[in-house]
């Protein structure tokens, strides 16, 4: 059996699929690990590491001959269509695979006869936790989001005690207690801030005092989804919910929105005009810029004022520390593989909840319901 590993193509992405110290761990599976030359350059993953580690390294030229005779291509972003569509029948591609976007990627895969497996989709239930990339993936998210407000806020996160007296330490509010939004209150207590938190499910106050901040109670029915996550709100509670947000928005030096609901835009939070009654010089990182944002006017990839607060908008947060993305994301590939590898062969069983989840395609047969709802019921 053998893993390809090629480089990533999309714009942005830093991340790379497999890392030099776990190729072992594959081998133990059966697996023979073949990376593209220059795969992990951006995560500062060598070509010699991966050899010195037991991978074969194919030239860009030899690419198309690994790919031929690979069993499993294991990406970060989704393959593109041509490469997708020269997939052998039964392959597998693992990669975070969205349904309703990688349209192109999907239909490659119908054509070849392959199979798509996303990280998106895996299951939130105990024994996939291992295999969970959106989780491992939102801890760096939320630990980067810290660092980003704490970088660009013009004043201290911590209290100083001097003898020209007293620096009181800044006040984040984050919204939304997710993995990400966890992260970034457990950060920002580790720089010293003064710490809140926000979140529509029941299970949050708890999580969130936990981490040492302070919950913020609204006096709201709590919005409790599937496998843990937030469900959308209605317009009426949403409209509520920022008017009772919008003074602690404003006494807050450094907002953090997190909020995100798998598949959908995500929820609009804060209007502009909350943003722009927080003092001079704050600063608000909106993680959940590229699904439509928390935040009004927030921009993908881009830093814009409101006024005189800084907004960041989050775009390949994950890929701006790829070190350790990757290094978590391939254990999540390791995890995920492991479960298919039975026998000296990959087996991706329909029956098994955990795939019968994250099988986009399997076998050239679309099964995702959301993938065939926005290919027009093609593969059905």
């Known amino acids: 059996m053998r893993l390809l590993v090629p480089a ?4 942005g992405e830093n991340r790379v699929a497999v890392v030099p110290s776990t190729v072992a761990k594959f081998t133990q599976l059966g697996l023979d690990v073949v ?12 070509d ?16 198309d001959d690994a790919l031929a005779a690979a069993d499993v291509v294991a990406t970060v972003r989704p393959l593109d269509y041509p490469r997708a569509s020269r997939l052998r029948p039964g392959m597998v591609a693992m990669s975070f695979l969205q349904p309703a976007a990688d349209l192109d990627t999907i239909r490659g895969l119908q054509a070849a006869g392959a199979t798509g497996l996303s990280f998106d989709l895996v299951p939130r239930i105990s024994r996939a936790q291992s295999m969970d990339a959106l989780t491992s993936q939102a801890l760096v998210s939320g630990y980067r989001a810290a660092v980003v407000a704490a970088d660009r806020l013009p004043k201290f996160f911590p209290l100083f005690m001097t003898a020209a007296g007293t620096i009181q330490p800044a006040k984040v509010l984050v919204l939304g207690a997710g993995v990400a ?73 450094v907002l953090i929105t997190t909020a995100a609901i798998p598949g959908r835009q995500a929820p609009l939070l804060v209007t502009r005009e909350m943003v722009e009654q927080m003092r001079p010089g704050s600063v608000v990182v909106d993680l959940a810029s590229e699904t439509g944002g928390n935040v009004e006017g927030s921009v ?3 830093e814009v004022n409101f006024g005189e607060v800084i907004v960041w908008g989050a775009q390949d947060v994950a890929s701006q520390m790829p070190i350790h993305a990757s290094q978590l994301y391939s254990m999540n590939v390791l995890a995920l593989l492991g479960l298919a590898v039975k026998d000296g062969s990959v087996n991706i069983d329909p029956e098994d909840e955990v795939f019968a989840g994250c099988a986009v395609v399997l076998n050239g047969e679309i099964r995702n319901e959301a993938a065939r709802a926005a290919m027009g019921g093609a593969g059905a």
Do not use: C, N, W
């Open 8 to 11: 990533e193509t999309r714009a």
């Open 35 to 46: 990376v593209q030359s220059g795969a992990g350059a951006k995560a500062y993953a060598t």
């Open 48 to 63: 010699a590491q991966y050899q010195a580690a037991g991978a074969l390294v194919v030239p860009d030229s030899g690419l």
């Open 181 to 253: 939004g966890l992260q970034a209150i457990a950060t920002a207590k580790r720089l010293g801030a003064k710490v809140s938190a926000y979140d529509v499910r029941a299970a949050s106050a708890d999580e969130v005092r936990s981490m040492g901040a302070t919950f913020v109670h609204l006096e709201l029915d709590t919005v409790e989804g599937s496998g843990g996550y937030a469900r959308e709100m209605t317009e009426d509670r949403a409209a509520r919910q920022r008017d009772l947000l919008a003074p602690y928005i404003a006494d807050s030096d």
């Open 300 to 302: 993908a990839g881009a």
